[in-house]
C-alpha cells in the first residue's frame, strides 16, 4: 500500500526561528509530490508541485525540494502567519491516474 | 470569482437520515472529486469525476453515492447516515493531474450524525 508519512506531527517555533518538515513516501515511480498548506475551518490551498529528485519550487519564506524518497518543505525565518498545518500529497503509478495519497499533516505554530 | 463552493458549511443529522453535500465550480474544470478529512488522519477520496457523466470510486466509497450532469456540479449524497460518516467533507477541481494540474479546494462541509 502507498504510504505518505510526514513528520514531525506537530511543530512549534519562535518568529524568526528556520526549520524543516519532512514529507516520505514508499511510492515506487512517483508521478508528482504536492504541498498544500491549511488554515484552520479552510480547505487545503494549493503551494507546490515537484516532479524529479533535484527539483526544488520557492514562494515567499517556503521552499520545497524533492529526493527519491522524501521531499522537504523549508521555512526560512517564519512569521506567525506562516502557523497552519502543511499537507504533503503523492500521485502513484498505479491505479487511478487522478487518485492522490495525502499524509496525515504537520501542524506548524509559530509563536511571535 | 468563487472557485470551489461547498454548502452546506454545517450539518448535524440523525442516524439513517439521508442528506446532499452540494458541490459547485466556476473554474470551468472537468475534474471533481470528494474527500472525507478525519480529526489526525488523512484526506481520503470517496469518489472523482474526470467529467460530466462519469464517476469512479475512490479509497472509501461505501455508505456514499455521486453523480456528475453537468460540469459545474458534483453533489455528494449519503443515504442511512451512520456515525461513522462524521467527519468533515471536502470538494476540489483540478484541470487534471495527466496535464499537471493541481487540485482547488472548498471550504468543507461539516457533518456530525448523531
Known amino acids: 500500500e502507498d504510504q505518505v508519512t510526514q513528520s514531525p506531527e506537530a511543530l512549534r517555533l519562535q518568529e524568526g526561528e528556520s526549520s524543516s518538515l519532512n514529507c516520505s513516501y514508499t511510492?515506487?515511480?512517483?508521478?508528482?509530490l504536492f504541498w498544500y498548506r491549511q488554515d484552520p475551518g479552510k480547505g487545503p490551498e494549493f503551494l507546490f508541485t515537484l516532479y524529479s529528485a533535484g527539483e526544488e519550487k520557492e514562494k515567499e519564506r517556503l521552499k520545497a525540494t524533492l529526493t527519491k524518497k522524501e521531499s522537504f518543505l523549508h521555512i526560512t525565518a517564519p512569521k506567525p502567519e506562516d502557523s497552519a498545518t502543511y499537507l504533503c500529497a503523492v500521485r502513484p503509478p498505479k491505479g487511478g491516474s487522478e487518485k492522490l495519497v495525502f499524509g496525515k499533516g504537520t501542524k506548524l505554530t509559530v509563536n511571535p | 470569482n468563487a472557485g470551489v463552493t461547498q454548502t452546506p458549511k454545517f450539518r448535524i443529522l440523525k442516524i439513517g437520515q439521508s442528506m446532499t453535500l452540494q458541490c459547485t465550480q466556476d473554474?470551468?474544470?472537468?475534474?471533481m472529486y470528494w474527500y472525507r478529512q478525519d480529526p489526525g488522519m488523512g484526506l481520503k477520496l470517496i469518489y472523482y469525476s474526470v467529467g460530466a457523466g462519469i464517476t469512479d470510486k475512490g479509497e472509501v466509497p461505501n455508505g456514499y453515492n455521486v453523480s456528475r450532469s453537468t460540469t459545474e456540479d458534483f453533489p455528494l449524497r449519503l443515504e442511512l447516515a451512520a456515525p461513522s460518516q462524521t467527519s468533515v467533507y471536502f470538494c476540489?477541481?483540478?484541470?487534471?493531474?495527466?496535464?499537471?494540474?493541481?487540485?482547488?479546494f472548498g471550504d468543507g462541509t461539516r457533518l456530525s450524525i448523531l
Open positions: 476540489a477541481t483540478s484541470g487534471g493531474l495527466l496535464s499537471n494540474q493541481p487540485q482547488h
Open positions: 473554474m470551468n474544470h472537468n475534474y
Open positions: 511510492v515506487s515511480g512517483l508521478r508528482g
